[in-house]
């Protein structure tokens, strides 16, 4: 799989976050709340919202094979290429010498040989 990493430090901005007076579980509505302004996520802490908005929201890996627009997780651009781009995508199978189940990662085939095979 081709993924590049970006740098989406300039994605963050103060535009992204919205500070807001919501009620609070007991009733209060004095507590100030971060709220994202990308998605209905809502943060006490601005440095949790600043990660949340860089983990989530920056664009930082794009697909080599098509001009989709960056993915802010790996896990989004790989479940991408899984589902555009099925026959190009190489999975690696480790099997279990034991019994031949086969595991898409080496640590899910170690850990199935640990606990059942030991």
Known sequence: MNESPQD???HINQNSINPTK???DQGKDQDLRLQCSHCAMVFDK???LRKHIHRRHTPRYSCSMCNQKPFGLRADL???IS???PDTSSKTLHQCPACGKSFPRK???LRHVNKLHK
């Open 46 to 48: 601005e440095y949790l």
């Open 83 to 85: 589902s555009r781009h």
């Open 22 to 24: 919501m009620p609070s």
């Open 107 to 109: 640590d899910n085939l």
């Open 8 to 10: 989406g430090s300039s």
């Open 78 to 80: 790989n479940r991408h």
